[in-house]
């Protein structure tokens, strides 16, 4: 946390050479959430179904094999599986109506081949769907799911899916993983929700109590796969794992989280939500009490929006490159609150009790000089005893407008160099206009002594 001045500063003031900060607003990650296909189709949200012309099935103790399109509507129980293996061409309808099936050691619906299939819960009905070994594989792929599919797989519905495997997934599709509607109480071994290529959600309760990630989405092939989608529902998730993870984004619009996780053997990562890239949030209510960082990407985070009450054992917010709030509420109980390269503060109403840093900005990636800009908002930051700072810097603070109130030891520390252009410091309970610096080696107030871009 304590940082020694780079011996090369003083070299730089004696030759009268300014400070050169790079451009901090540029991408960090380069992409465009635009080519991202986040949007829903009418098909993928109408969970209506003509009876007239529709398959009626009655389970039995037989597997029920399905080779032609078309729409077929379950009923009763199975000791076995539904295969569905269509031409490419092809979609399925899957009506699960009041269904149970037991699999002993195979998947409960496998989906080898097909257009878009699609399960349907019908209003009013409960299905459920159980394991009770490791599975024992019928062809050459390694099927390790309640649901598993090789097409792209949409489930929509009013009805209930209850999913309880003490081996295997929940669902899995190698392809496109779609929820539009539903109640889905999932406890199992493995993961709860996997789409290779994307997890989207518009709408649904979800419970998921799960050994390995809740949800998530592993594409690293494709540049514009391998994400998260959601834009609303309900969530309440108690992971092993991570509670949600896109390997290229993470993007949120709205919905309700709970979200809880806990150190296990089978995983190493146990942060709620999480990226590989990138993670946007514009809305939504979250409760996070996790045993790893809150909110973790290995590139940028962007918060404009919503209600976080975070309670983490490192991290509430981090973003190895950048970390971005322009609103919200966030209330956040960690060791450090956010952490990151370039933290900007744009708005918000934020309040931070930490044990290490308040807001900790250090050389992540290279592209960026460690820096916190604080243009707005209201900031309210608790410091636990100890050798602890409310904003530590590896190099600049920039506090332009909005209200910093610290409380604690140490308000500031700096290497650099720090400007307050506006607004309201606090600290301890008493105002004042000075930045003042922990370690005393910075350059407090210089002005337009360096050029700084940001």
């Known amino acids: 946390m304590k940082k020694l001045i780079i011996s090369l500063l003083g070299v730089f003031l004696l030759c009268g050479c300014s400070m050169v900060i790079p451009d901090n607003a ?20 109408d969970s209506s179904y003509a009876v007239n012309g529709s398959t009626y099935i009655t389970l039995g103790n037989e597997d029920v094999r399905i080779t032609r399109g078309g729409t077929y509507i379950l009923e009763g129980t199975l000791n076995g599986s539904v295969i569905i293996e269509v031409s490419k061409s092809e979609d399925v309808q899957l009506v699960l109506n009041n269904v149970t099936i037991n699999s002993a050691d ?39 799911a309640l649901i598993y599919s090789k097409a792209d797989l949409i489930i929509n519905g009013s009805g209930t899916l209850n999913l309880g495997s003490d081996y295997n997934h929940g669902i899995v599709s190698k392809d496109d993983l779609v929820i539009t509607g539903g109640t889905f109480n999932i406890d199992v071994a493995g993961q709860g929700l996997r789409g290779k290529d994307c997890v989207k959600i518009s709408e ?4 998921l109590i799960t050994g390995k990630d809740a949800i998530k989405s592993d594409n690293e092939d494709d540049a514009y ?9 309900n969530f309440d998730i108690d992971s092993s794992a991570d509670g949600i993870y896109g390997y290229n984004l993470v993007n949120i619009e709205g919905g309700t989280f709970d979200i809880t996780t806990s150190k296990s053997t089978a995983a190493s990562s146990f942060k709620a939500i999480k990226s590989t890239d990138s993670i946007t ?58 952490e990151g390269t370039y933290i900007t503060i744009n708005d918000g109403n934020i309040s931070i009790s930490a044990s290490d840093d308040g807001i900790n ?12 800009e604080i243009n707005g908002g209201n900031l309210t930051i608790v ?27 140490s308000a500031f520390d700096y290497d ?18 000075e930045i003042s610096n922990q370690f005393g080696g910075g350059m407090q107030g210089m002005g337009g002594g360096f050029n700084h871009n940001h």
């Open 26 to 45: 540029s991408s960090s990650s380069g992409k465009v959430y635009d080519d991202y296909n986040m949007s829903f189709t009418e098909k993928e949200s």
């Open 106 to 144: 195979f998947a409960g619906i496998y989906i080898i081949e097909g257009d878009e299939i699609t399960i349907t819960l019908a209003e009013g009905t409960v299905n459920t769907i159980t394991d009770s070994g490791e599975y024992v594989q019928i062809d050459d792929n390694d099927v390790d």
């Open 204 to 207: 649904g309760n979800f419970t």
């Open 225 to 233: 796969r391998g994400y998260v989608y959601i834009s609303g529902g």
């Open 281 to 338: 949030i514009s809305a939504g209510d979250f409760t996070i009490n996790c045993a790893d960082d809150g909110i973790h990407s290995d590139v940028s985070v962007l918060i404009s929006a919503g209600s976080y009450n975070i309670t983490a054992s490192d991290d509430a917010i981090h973003g190895d490159a950048t970390v971005t709030i322009e609103g919200g509420t966030l209330n956040l109980n960690a060791r450090e609150g956010m």
């Open 361 to 372: 900005a250090g050389q992540k990636v290279a592209a960026y000089t460690p820096t916190v």
């Open 383 to 409: 410091m636990g005893q100890g050798d602890t700072d409310g904003i530590d810097s590896n190099g600049y603070i920039y506090i332009n407008g909005g209200t910093v109130d610290i409380s604690g030891q």
């Open 416 to 433: 650099l160099g720090a400007e307050h252009n506006g607004g309201t410091i606090i600290v301890n309970g008493s105002e004042t206009n």
